[in-house]
């Protein structure tokens, strides 16, 4: 058996004996092996600037839109249709 297969089987053999409370973090660490945009957002620091007030009223504005799902009437009626 090459190598590279008894390396695939091992890591299988892992996954399927992660603990389920750590699922989610592993998935998150094998991503950023293969995807350097998950490897930025797994490594990119927390932001410690405190939200502005501007920021806070676009937050809230953005939440009030609709949301998927939204019935199309009430999309309509946001326009003025």
Same mark, same amino acid.
Request: aromatic share 4%; no cysteine; hydrophobic share 35%.
């Given at each position: 058996? %090459? ?11 892992? /996954?399927?004996?992660?603990? &389920? #409370?750590?699922? !989610?973090? %592993?998935?998150?660490? /094998?991503? !950023? ?5 998950? /490897? #930025?957002?797994?490594? %990119? @620091?927390?932001?410690? &600037? @405190?939200?502005? &007030?501007?920021?806070?009223? %676009?937050?809230? #504005? ?8 939204? @019935? ?10």
């Amino acid at each position: 058996m %090459a190598e590279a297969e008894t390396v695939r089987r091992e890591l299988h053999w892992l /996954l399927d004996h992660i603990p &389920e #409370s750590d699922v !989610s973090t %592993a998935r998150k660490f /094998l991503r !950023s092996l293969v995807d350097p945009v998950a /490897l #930025s957002l797994l490594t %990119a @620091p927390d932001d410690d &600037e @405190p939200e502005t &007030e501007h920021e806070k009223i %676009a937050t809230e #504005s953005a939440r009030n839109e609709p949301r998927p799902g939204a @019935p199309h009437e009430e999309v309509l009626r946001e326009f003025g249709l």
